[in-house]
């Protein structure tokens, strides 16, 4: 655990933010967002560690976390959504904990109904389907599950795309300024566009280079981009049929 601490990094733009928040008497306040949002990250970290997945670094900025992995693709779908999950079931156990400390008086009212209030907020901002939030990589584990994986990602990045807008449009109506908020969150869509070829090219080449989990064999498959994550593939190629790594090798590095 002590060396998940050190991966820890806190962006500049948060130890500013503390430090306003500090000037502008909201200190009780940012500490509490603080903590929740490492509480929030330490979930992720959990189920990381429990699936034994590499962990580069994890930094903390003003908004939340955001964690640095090294992971497939083809990880079993329950686990892309525990991982999905892992933050919000932190934070409700966080939820628990700090009811069970305000009822035998150990926590004063205000800092109890703060918990609770930001807690919630965090939560379901972190279900919203936006990349990169959790909501969206939890909708991708999901359509991955029904439909192809190519399909699922621009799936996520349409829905992703639409959500942002909408929750804009949401906060300007209700006067909220979110500016820095929304930049980030455009930049994040716009570099998994940019990724999408090589991630959907990872995809098909950890079909050949690793043994992965799949629940049912799907025989007379004709297009690879039909391919889902837990499905093992025979291709029909003229009057033989081709077992979906060597298929790949031919449409995808040969051809």
Known sequence: MKNIFLKIKIDYSTYLIMLLSLLAGY??????IFIIVIIHELGHVFFFKLFKIEIEKIVIYPFGGVSYIKKKIHERIYRDILISLGGIIFQLILILIIFMLYKYNLVVERTYILFIKYNINII???????IPLDGSKLLLAILSKFIAYKKS???MIIIG???LILYIGFNLI????????YIYLGMKIYEVIKEEKQVINKFYLERILYDHYYNKIINNIDDIDKMRLDKYYYFKNKKRFINERDYIRIVKYRS
């Open 174 to 181: 209700y006067k909220v300024n979110d500016l820095i908020l």
């Open 153 to 155: 990602y621009h799936l």
């Open 124 to 130: 379901l901002f972190n279900l919203i389907p936006i």
């Open 161 to 163: 795309i639409i959500s």
């Open 27 to 32: 200190i009780k306040n940012i500490s509490i």
